[in-house]
């Protein structure tokens, strides 16, 4: 049976997010239609609007991972038949916020690196690596629980063993 308030709380969690993360989203592209968001800052490739919505972009993956953090005692609670649901949630937001930071950070940093992009990719692959690593790790570890659940879960009916005839309150010989 789910606990309804560790439930409501993920929930709330989730649309709180929800609701900054579009926040942010629109203050990006607000600062992108704005008229000096063209304006070479540092050189001559990168722009104002690209700055800025890197640093807006920075306070979307703080708030995404720091929401998994929050989450992580009540999906641990939530989901108790898998033994470190909370980590694994949050191997998983690393991975996500990897994967939008990529591109985020791409127009800011790429002009400083011209003939090293390989270096960005790198690191980028590395930690993507390293968190898929540690997600496969956790549900290894957590195998056994989460085949006990998943038969569980196909059974669902189990056979009721007869009581024997002495508990059943009849007399012997």
């Not at 609701?19 to 104002?48: K, Q």
């Not at 990529?102 to 011209?114: E, G, L, N």
């Not at 085949?147 to 189990?158: F, G, H, M, N």
Request: hydrophobic share 55%.
């Amino acid at each position: 049976m789910l606990n309804k308030s560790l439930l409501t709380a993920v929930s709330i969690e989730a649309l709180k997010t929800a609701i900054i993360l579009f926040a942010l989203l629109l203050i990006s592209r607000f600062i992108e239609i704005l008229p000096f968001s063209g304006l070479p800052v540092f050189n001559r490739h990168i722009t104002a609007a690209d700055l800025l919505v890197a640093v807006v972009s920075l306070a979307a993956i703080i708030v995404f991972i720091k929401a998994g953090f929050n989450a992580r005692p009540a999906v641990d609670e939530l989901f108790h038949w898998l033994p470190g649901a909370g980590t694994l949630l949050n191997y998983i937001t690393g991975i996500i916020a990897i994967l939008f930071a990529y591109p985020a950070f791409q127009p800011v940093i790429f002009p400083f690196i011209k003939d090293f992009e390989w270096v960005y990719q790198s690191l980028f692959l590395g930690v993507t690596l390293f968190l898929l690593a540690k997600a496969g790790l956790c549900v290894y570890h957590a195998g056994e629980a989460l085949s006990r659940a998943i038969i569980s879960a196909l059974q669902p009916y189990k056979e009721v063993q007869p009581k024997p005839p002495s508990a059943l309150g009849g007399r012997e010989g």
